[in-house]
């Protein structure tokens, strides 16, 4: 079991470094997205979560847990998209 756990450890230190990647490019979003209406963007919300029910089977993913995973980490991705959005705006009109 330490051995097990030892793994579980290290992939979540790595996906933590994946997701933060991510979540760099969720920041960039912000910036490109003229409008606020934009942020949600349901078509690609949509695409990506196929793009990953197709690639997970490749490895041996469950989509019992793939597809929870997504969508929960889109919403909080959005979620965070609209405070950088609004922080961005706040210091536009600041300056
Ligand atoms: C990053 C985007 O913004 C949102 C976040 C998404 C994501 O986390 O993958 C997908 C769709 C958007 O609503 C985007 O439009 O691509």
Request: aromatic share 6%; hydrophobic share 40%.
């Amino acid at each position: 079991m330490t051995d097990v756990r030892y793994e579980i450890d290290r992939l979540d230190r790595l996906l933590v470094e994946i997701i933060a990647e991510r979540t760099t490019y969720i920041k960039a979003a912000s910036r490109i997205k003229p409008d606020r209406d934009m942020v949600v963007d349901h078509p690609r919300i949509e695409d990506v979560v196929s793009k990953v029910l197709a690639h997970a089977p490749q490895h041996n993913l469950p989509k019992e847990i793939a597809e929870p995973v997504w969508r929960l980490l889109i919403e909080r991705s959005i979620a965070y998209e609209f405070e950088a959005y609004d922080a961005l705006k706040a210091s536009d009109i600041d300056s």
